[in-house]
């Protein structure tokens, strides 16, 4: 398995600002993703973390509005930018082990980052 | 385009057994997962189907039938802390987890 840890766990933010959430990941990771998730709701996919290169973003998300690096297998960043209301839910990263490694097939998940934009 | 249904709400009582249901239409399949998430905390990985049958383990079992689309979640002595959201995500030709909406599971004593 693999541990993930997020920072910050929460923050309030005032509209125009940005906020950049670090994911790290305890174990060598393949494939690193970003959700958002509304209380209530399911997880939306907002882009895969590709490692020495730009992420791949999901339908209706953008890099100028969530730049991610991926400087190194285990660590990530998703930024916030220019924050509005609609950008309040929580922000969770994830990631898949490498192959070889024992529970390669599943996704695990951070504690998530719980952003309120006022 | 691709669809993951499960029930939205489900309520059952401490000690009894709850059949949580999945249907699924993906372009192509990669293995099914089910994943429990208590509110506001993240999704903790349940269990894992790739092939067709029963997947036992302790309290918790999940089926898969690959020509229905169809996989469910039951689980067995039910106990309070199990009060959760029960995730169903398919993983499709490209390896993408497609997820579905979740269903709320209310266990009453």
């Known amino acids: 398995s693999a541990v993930i840890s997020q920072k910050p766990s929460r923050d309030i933010c005032q509209r125009g600002t940005s906020l950049t959430i670090q994911c790290q990941v305890d174990?060598?990771?393949?494939?690193m993703f970003w959700y958002r998730q509304q209380p209530g709701q399911s997880l939306t996919l907002i882009a895969t973390?590709?490692?020495?290169?730009?992420?791949?973003?999901e339908s209706g998300f953008v890099i100028d509005k969530f730049p991610i690096s991926r400087p190194n297998l285990t660590f990530s960043t998703l930024t916030v930018s220019n924050m509005s209301p609609e950008d309040s839910s929580i922000y969770l990263c994830?990631?898949?082990?490498?192959?070889?490694?024992?529970?390669?097939?599943?996704?695990?998940f951070g504690p998530g980052t719980r952003l309120l934009v006022l | 385009g691709q669809n993951i249904d499960q029930p939205t709400e489900m309520t059952a009582t401490e000690g009894a057994i709850v059949q949580i249901n999945c249907t699924y239409q993906?372009?192509?399949?990669?293995?099914l997962f089910w994943y429990q998430q208590h509110a506001g905390e993240a999704p903790t990985f349940l269990s894992y189907?790739?092939l067709d049958g029963l997947e036992e383990k302790g309290r918790f079992s999940s089926f898969l039938s690959r020509s229905k689309g169809y996989s469910y979640l039951l689980l067995k002595e039910l106990q309070m802390k199990d009060s959760a959201s029960y995730l169903c995500a398919v993983k499709d030709s490209n390896y993408q987890l497609i997820w579905g909406a979740g269903t709320k599971l209310i266990i009453k004593p």
């Open positions: 189907n790739v």
């Open positions: 973390a590709n490692q020495g290169s730009e992420a791949t973003y």
């Open positions: 994830s990631g898949v082990l490498l192959p070889g490694l024992e529970g390669q097939e599943t996704q695990y």
């Open positions: 174990s060598q990771v393949t494939m």
């Open positions: 993906t372009s192509g399949f990669n293995g």
